[in-house]
């Protein structure tokens, strides 16, 4: 599955399409085609676009369908550098879930 617009969509677009995916992995299993797709939305150019909660948003669901690298838990760290006044207790919640596991 890949992605035409990919470029197109907003932060929080994608951050919907993680959270379907990673509750859909939690009852159906995650199809490897996905995968491509996934890919293609958390590039490191994209992620500097996301707000501190579309980062958490994110980072909960990559980690949830079990598919978050140490490359892209590290780029996520590195973009909430300086930016931990922007999350609220939830966004802190998830993110140290992610992080945890």
Known sequence: ????????????????????????????GIDGRVEPALRQLSSEQKLQEFSARDLSS????????HYASAALLQSVE????????????????NLAWSFAK
């Not at 470029?7 to 939690?26: G, L």
């Not at 590195?78 to 919640?93: E, F, K, M, Q």
């Open 78 to 93: 590195a973009l909430l550098l300086g930016r931990s006044s922007d999350l609220n207790p939830r966004d802190l919640s």
């Open 1 to 28: 599955l890949r992605l035409a617009c990919a470029d197109e969509f907003k932060p929080r677009e994608i951050c919907n399409i993680v959270w379907f995916f990673a509750v859909r992995s939690q009852q159906h």
């Open 58 to 65: 994110f980072c909960w669901g990559m980690v949830t369908m």
